[in-house]
């Protein structure tokens, strides 16, 4: 930081962040769109859509590498306070990165991604099942969370009734790792299942993304165990609480918007650009992502050093007016809410976005479907204490009219 300048009172984990991030986010847009904080050893908050594209998109500026052992140039990941293990797709470089991404994206193909849709609409009314003869539930314990986190947990191959562990490790992953309720002995304990996992798969493969990975290759060369691992963690970790909480925020205003449930139903278009228009507005990640600086450069005329530390906010980019116009308003036909920043940009933007698109669509859909009169009751919905990373309900407990299972 130049001298004279003065830091910024900002931190993405405390409670005055999680309660008033929209206008402390604001403020910094509009005062100083580039401005340091010195909580958790210093960092620079980066607020306006342009510029966080432009970082995004030079990675060989702006690093994302998580180097533990400090032989890659010490760069600290994607986390501020940095992750204690390296996510190894989401915390590198290319060319490493596009070596490793494109080992997944034959399971992110449209081919591929239509059979995936069908397992989100039978995971939907399955869950749907289950609650619909009682006339009460919890939409996030019962819905919006199991849906997406049994979806991809059989995409990457863990057993179906497993899910319940990871979502419990999940739910708390969005408190930084050095808070003492972060979930570290439970993603451990993951971890060690992971193992036993991989082993089955190299004695018999089947089709899913452990088998993919453990048997691959960079090059002539196998893909390293503990790289294969990291990738398959930032898929459990990071493929259904981001959505769950986009689902459960959408169903959140719409419960205060009837008049546009029928038409949602019944039109395609209208349903994918409301949900583009939610990704916006109801940004998933809201703590950010951080990037370190390779290369002494500058950003609106501030001075970033090797080895500073940005952290890029997202959801500030989403609510830029030079973007966005009148961004503090919720319009189901903006006509440019696609370019939200929701899955990220660049070499880095989310491989998974098509299918956590429609997972969103298509959970929506079934609620307002089979469950349309449900009600929510505000007094005992809860968010996350933090909004250390993702924007998202601990609780949203509902009724509505009972209803009959689909299935016998």
């Known amino acids: 930081m130049e001298a004279g300048d003065s830091p910024v009172d900002f931190d993405p984990h405390g409670p005055f962040?999680?309660?008033?991030?929209?206008?402390?986010?604001?403020?910094?847009?509009?005062?100083?769109?580039?401005?340091?904080?010195?909580?958790?050893?210093g960092f620079w908050v980066i607020t306006k859509y342009d510029d966080i594209v432009h970082i995004e998109r030079n990675p060989q500026i702006f690093s994302c590498d998580n180097d533990i052992e400090g032989?890659?140039?010490?760069?600290?990941g994607i986390r501020i306070p940095r992750n204690p293990f390296r996510f190894n797709l989401n915390e590198s470089d290319p060319p490493e990165h596009t070596a490793l991404r494109k080992l997944e994206q034959p399971f992110f193909t449209v081919q591929a991604l239509e059979s995936w849709f069908a397992v989100t609409r039978e995971r939907a009314d399955a869950a749907i099942d289950s609650i619909i003869e009682a006339g009460s539930a919890d939409l996030v314990e019962d819905i919006t969370i199991p849906v997406p986190?049994?979806?991809?947990?059989?995409?990457v191959g863990v057993p179906n009734d497993e899910w319940r562990d990871y979502m419990d490790a999940a739910l708390n992953a969005f408190l930084p790792p050095n808070h003492p309720d972060y979930p570290l002995e439970a993603r451990m304990r993951i971890g060690k299942r992971l193992e036993q996992l991989m082993e089955e798969r190299r004695r018999e493969p089947r089709d899913d993304m452990?088998?993919?990975?453990?048997?691959?290759?960079?090059?002539?060369?196998p893909l390293a165990h503990d790289i294969a691992k990291g990738m398959l963690?930032?898929?459990?970790?990071?493929?259904?609480?981001?959505t769950a909480a986009t689902i459960a925020n959408g169903l959140w205003w719409l419960e205060q918007h009837p008049e546009l449930h029928e038409r949602l139903v019944e039109d395609d278009k209208f349903l994918e650009k409301t949900v583009d228009e939610f990704l916006r507005y109801f940004p998933p990640v809201v703590g950010g992502l951080a990037r370190t600086v390779t290369e002494d450069t500058e950003l609106r005329g501030r001075k970033l050093k090797k080895g500073d530390r940005v952290l890029l906010m997202f959801n500030s980019g989403n609510f830029d007016a030079e973007r966005?116009?009148?961004?503090?308003?919720?319009?189901p036909e903006r006509v440019n809410a696609k370019q939200n920043l929701a899955f990220g940009a660049g070499p880095h933007r989310c491989l998974g976005s098509v299918l956590g698109h429609a997972e969103v669509r298509i959970?929506?859909?079934?609620?307002?479907e089979r469950l349309p009169d449900y009600k929510i009751d505000h007094a005992r919905a809860k968010r996350f204490p933090s909004a250390g990373m993702v924007n998202g309900w601990l609780t949203m407990p509902i009724t509505f009219t009972p209803g009959k299972k689909l299935a016998a």
């Not at 986190?149 to 995409?155: D, E, I, S």
């Not at 452990?210 to 060369?221: N, P, Q």
């Open 17 to 41: 962040y999680a309660a008033h991030w929209h206008e402390q986010l604001a403020e910094l847009r509009e005062r100083c769109p580039v401005a340091h904080s010195e909580a958790h050893g």
């Open 71 to 76: 032989t890659r140039g010490g760069a600290q």
């Open 149 to 155: 986190a049994q979806v991809t947990l059989r995409l």
């Open 210 to 221: 452990i088998s993919a990975l453990v048997h691959a290759k960079i090059g002539e060369e």
């Open 233 to 242: 963690q930032s898929l459990l970790f990071g493929g259904f609480d981001s």
């Open 324 to 331: 966005f116009e009148c961004p503090e308003e919720l319009r």
């Open 363 to 368: 959970v929506i859909r079934a609620v307002l």
